[in-house]
C-alpha cells in the first residue's frame, strides 16, 4: 500500500480484462457468494459457541496470580506489621519500668502504716488512760484501737496486693482445703468464748462474771475476729495474691488484744475461769499462726519447684 500511495496514479499498470471473461467472472462470483458467506457465518457461529460456557457445571476460568507478587505481598505486610509493633513495645518499657520503681517505696510503706496503727498504741498508750472501769466507755475507747488497726490492715493488705500483683493474670485461687481449716479455726475461736460465755449465764461457772465486764474483755476480740473473716472471704473471692498473708496480719495483731485482755482482766478482778479462757485463747491462736507461717513456708517452696521445673521443660 505504501509503495501504491507513492507512485503517481498514471505509473500504476492497469491490467485489461475482456468482457466475456469479466461477465464470467461476475458469475462466478455471484454463485459462490452466498455459499462463502453462509461458510463464514458458520464458523463464526462454531468459534462464539466454542468459546461460550453452556454448561452451568463447568467451572469459570481462573486467574492465577503470579506466585513471586503474592509472596512479596506477603512479606511485605508481615515487615509492616512487625515495624508497626515495635514502636508500642518501645513505649510501653519505660511505663513498666517506672511502676517497678514507684512500687519499691511501698515495700516500707506497707509495713510502717501497720506499725504505727496496730502495735504503737498497744504497746505505748498507758492501760490507765483507756481504762475507766467496766464501763461502755471503755468498751468504745478498746473498739476504737481495734478500728485504728483495722483501717492500717486494709492500707496495709491494698498496698501488697498492689506490688504483687503481675501484668500478666494468673491464678490466685487457695485450694479448697485451705479454705475449709481456715473456715474452722475462725468459727471455733468465734463459738468457744460464747460456749464459756453461756456456761456462765448456766450457773455452771463460778462466780459470774458481769456481761459488761465480759464485752470490754472480749467484745473488740469478737469485732475484729468477724472482720478477718469477711476479710478473708473478700481476698478468696477477688483472687488477690495476699490471701495467705491476710491470716497473719489479724493473728498477730489478736495475740497482742488477748494480752491487752490478761491485763484488764486484772484490772476488772476477773474470776480465774475467765482467765484461763483468755489464756486458752492465747494459746489456740499462737498454734494456728504458727500453721498459717508453715503454709506460707510450703507455698514459698510449691512455687519455687514450678518455676523450677518450668526452666528444665524449656
Known sequence: MASLLTHPPSSIPVPTVSRSRHNRLKVWKSQNLPAISNSRRISVHRRSICY????PF?????TYAPEN?????IFESMNSSQELAKPSTTKTEPFIAQLQYLRKPLWLVGPAILLLTGVVPTLWLPISSIFM????ATLLSLTGLDCIFNLGASLFLLIADSTARTAQPCCNKPPHAYKFWNTLANVTGFLVPLLV??????GLLEPQLPFISF???LGPYFLLLSVQMLTEMLTWHWGSPVWLVAPVVYEAYRLLQLMRGLGLGVELA?????VHTVRGLVCGWVLVLGVQLMRIAWYAGFTSSLASSSVDDY
Open 52 to 55: 461460550a460456557n453452556t454448561s
Open 69 to 73: 507478587e503474592e509472596t512479596a505481598n
Open 58 to 62: 463447568e467451572p469459570s476460568p481462573i
Open 197 to 202: 460465755l453461756f456456761c456462765s449465764r448456766r
Open 270 to 274: 476477773a474470776p480465774d475461769w475467765m
Open 215 to 217: 464485752a470490754v474483755l
Open 133 to 136: 472501769g467496766p464501763t461502755i
